[in-house]
T-cell receptor, first 113, second 113 residues
């Protein structure tokens, strides 16, 4: 199993550009989520999904969109990139929404100029 | 507001020492608490998951405890080694407010040879 995969590993954007961060998992997990990690602040939840077709907002959803058309994929879209969105983005999945261990992808480093 | 706090923010110990990392949370209505390890520039690796009905979990030299009534968890590392040097993150999945996981900012551990 590949587990949780993320692409790209690193991306540079200019302010105002849009892009999609890809996340896929091959463990048939229902629950998937996106986090951003900034220095000294731990991870903050952006959006999450408890199954295909169901998404909800986390702590810091502004400026980001998600959709969940399949169990495997959970892309994160930046609508109009801003320097404040410079961060490391992690995708995670787990078998259930409540009691299960979360598995994390390797992360995407995003720099917005 | 649901928060997770980790103390200390950084810790340096000599090899062989036993140590304790602390995690506190503001709401006792939780599904689970998970401890992660993160190496520089890498993703998160799950160390231990404690369900809300459990008091502790053990894996090798690691032992994690959970006290919901006081809103505290500890991660005990026995006989520390230089390879244990990393950032340790505590994450709490709360029952209220949706299936959201809140992370602490982490404790950066350095074990000196």
């Amino acid at each position: 199993n590949a587990g949780v995969t993320q692409t790209p590993k690193f991306q540079v954007l200019k302010t105002g550009q849009s892009m999609t961060l890809q996340c896929a998992q091959d463990m048939n997990h229902e629950y998937m989520s996106w986090y951003r990690q900034d220095p000294g602040m731990g991870l903050r939840l952006i959006h999450y999904s408890v199954g295909a077709g169901i998404t909800d907002q986390g702590e810091v959803p502004n400026g980001y969109n998600v959709s969940r058309s399949t169990t495997e994929d959970f892309p994160l879209r930046l609508l109009s990139a801003a320097p404040s969105q410079t961060s490391v983005y992690f995708c995670a999945s787990s078998d259930g929404a409540d009691q299960e261990t979360q598995y994390f992808g390797p992360g995407t480093r995003l720099l917005v100029l | 507001k649901q928060e997770v706090t980790q103390i200390p923010a950084a810790l340096s110990v000599p090899e062989g020492e036993n140590l304790v990392l602390n995690c506190s949370f503001t709401d006792s209505a939780i599904y689970n608490l998970q401890w992660f390890r993160q190496d520089p520039g890498k993703g998160l690796t799950s160390l231990l998951l404690i369900q809300s009905s459990q008091r502790e979990q053990t894996s090798g030299r690691l032992n994690a405890s959970l006290d919901k009534s006081s809103g505290r968890s500890t991660l005990y590392i026995a006989a520390s080694q230089p390879g244990d040097s990393a950032t340790y993150l505590c994450a709490v999945k709360y029952r209220t407010g949706g299936f959201k996981t809140i992370f602490g900012a982490g404790t950066r551990l350095f074990v000196k040879a």
